[in-house]
């Protein structure tokens, strides 16, 4: 799979950032612009590497030693950059010890830098990269920042410090989790807030889209630094807690757990596909001893195994066996699945498998491996064209309609996690390597 999505990007759309396996041209997302930037070689590197992809990771590297070229004029996410791209990076010269790597992650991450340039150190959303122009999306509440995305710098800048012995990216970070943690009302944060004041924009929560990986980070900050960065796991362990009480249900009739969305008091009873990475998140705090009692490892696990079935069920209730954009659960005849039309489709997301694969990892029931070999013959059924593998438009309409779209992240995470979950144990070991959210391996740290 990692072979077919891989050599056929290479083969119609080499050093574009993504491609369209039916039309077989290149593809840029918005988040990219219009520049090659490569994203899918840089995001793909670790996948094809880990695969044992000889031909193809030497094609890779060799762009990225004498092609890559981050001096453009595009405006490009900050985010997305930085969890791609010098996410990309630093996994490889972790893997391989390759200064290529390590040099390529500081250029990048020396051309976000501009970004935060604010009065509170938040960094704008998008960025010129050839001019550090910055500014915030404008559909953003307010024109302010995203807390999924200022939330989810710090691991990258973390690492990138401790390579280089440069403490400019990790102050970076820190600077941001100050402000936000003295924003944080009773633990609880929500997903806008200002750049130039630090003040919320509006009291909206969710551990799906907008906030989800900001969570993750705190948690996975603490284990890359060797567990000696208390603050990090604290804010993890208290925001959890917050989270819970606010938005973790129950449905009444047949007790599937959810994580709704807060908005202004009112719980939403939807969750996205992004959230199922919960479930993950959960099964990594227990295995690395982040909860503060045995009686809340046994809570989070229960968690853990709640969300990943949840997660499973809005995949089988589907036409395709593949789960929904976004699920609902205010009907007992309507549970785990999509309400709208806009939240039908499916674009080779990676969350749930990721899920499965911590859940696999920790208890070793073989209904995990199970769950995710059912997601991969779905996969290949209705995602596998000529050309690569499509995302789909409808996931309870069978024959399916392509959307065209090979997203980078498809190999970086999807597949990457299909491949940890079949291998042993010891193959990318949790008690060695963290990932980033874009599934990238980064060592932790022993002294």
Known sequence: ????????????????????????????ANVFGSDKLGISIIDSLDTLYLAGLEELYDNSRDWVEKQFNINVGSEVSVFEINIRLVGGFLAMYGLTNDKLYLDKAQL???????AFDTP??????LITLSSGSSRNWNWAAGGCSILSELGTMHLEFQYLSQLTGKDTYLQKAEKIRKVVKDASESHLYYNYINQQTGK???KQASLGGLG?????YLLKSWILSGKKDEQARSMYEDAMKAAEDSMLRKTPTTNLMY??????????????????FVGGLYVLSTLSGASSSNTSAKHEMEIAQGIGKTCHESYIRSATGLGPEAFHF?????????????EKYYILRPEAIEGWFYLWRSTHDQIYRDWAWDALISLEKHCRVDGGYSG???VYSVPVAHDDVQQSFFIAETLKYLLLIFSDDSFISLDSYVFNTEAHPFRIRTV
């Open 259 to 276: 994580f709704g969305e807060q908005r202004s008091g009112r719980l939403d009873a939807q969750m996205g596909h992004l959230a199922c």
């Open 120 to 125: 509170t150190g938040i960094p704008y959303a």
């Open 392 to 394: 789909i438009r409808d």
């Open 330 to 342: 205010e009907r007992a005849d309507n549970e785990a699945k999509s309400v709208r039309g806009d």
């Open 1 to 28: 799979m990692v072979y077919h999505a891989f050599s056929n990007y290479a083969k119609y759309a080499w050093g574009a950032n993504e491609h369209r396996p039916i039309s077989k041209t290149s593809h840029s």
């Open 212 to 216: 989800d990986s900001f969570y993750e």
């Open 108 to 114: 990048v991450a020396d051309r976000l830098l501009p």
């Open 200 to 202: 919320w924009c509006q």
